[in-house]
């Protein structure tokens, strides 16, 4: 994986970019090594703050960590990191597997031959009653209706205004699929993420 480092008023160490390179084999082995990176270190007052970011195919990932060493907090960048990666795989794997089961759930009732069904209709004239009773219980029985998934999480729900960039930082950052927040014009926005991955912005009209 091609990783490019930036140091912002601090010095990177031989140990510290072993350390990023370490971590970024991990991260390759999951997403492909295709997959670009780039480590922002920095210092914000006491703090010393370490920020990666990974461009993929179709997902970019969005890892921070803050501690009192750079190592420290690039421990905690790269496991977020990895973390958002291995999320990113299994929903790739799993939307892989979609298509097959809905095209089962989903397939066309077989259609009876025409002759059959004119066989029945002669039955039915002959026979009124009966037939009406047969036919009525071989009606298949009805697909029982999931409902909607609700979510109640507070956490969801963004009180203060952002624009777009601020929203999917922060939907990464927090890891999370769905956000509701208003910008700074007082316009309202629902940020979700699909099964595919990708974020898809909903404006409320």
Do not use: C
Not at 19 to 40: C, D, H, P, T, Y
Not at 63 to 90: F, M, N, P, V, W
Request: hydrophobic share 40%; no cysteine.
């Amino acid at each position: 994986m091609e990783v490019e480092y930036t140091a912002r008023q601090v010095k990177i160490s031989k140990a510290l970019r072993a350390q990023a390179e370490e971590g970024m084999e991990r991260i390759a082995r999951i997403l492909g090594k295709s997959a670009r990176a780039s480590i922002v270190f920095g210092a914000q007052k006491r703090l010393q703050f370490a920020e990666v970011t990974i461009q993929a195919r179709l997902q970019t990932i969005v890892g921070t960590g803050k501690a009192d060493t750079l190592e420290s907090a690039l421990r905690q960048a790269i496991e977020h990191a990895e973390h958002q990666a291995r999320r990113h795989r299994d929903r790739r794997i799993e939307s892989k597997r979609l298509p097959k089961e809905e095209k089962v759930l989903t397939a066309p009732p077989v259609a009876r031959p025409k002759a059959r069904a004119s066989q029945l209709e002669d039955t039915a004239r002959s026979k009124p009653v009966r037939a009406r009773k047969k036919a009525a219980g071989s009606y298949p029985a009805r697909r029982t209706v999931v409902g909607p998934h609700i979510v109640t999480d507070g956490e969801s729900f963004s009180l203060k205004a952002m624009t777009i960039e601020e929203a999917v930082k922060d939907t990464e950052l927090r890891d999370r699929d769905l956000l509701v927040f208003h910008n700074p014009a007082g316009e309202l926005f629902v940020l979700h993420r699909r099964r595919d991955g990708q974020m898809e912005l909903v404006e409320i009209p």
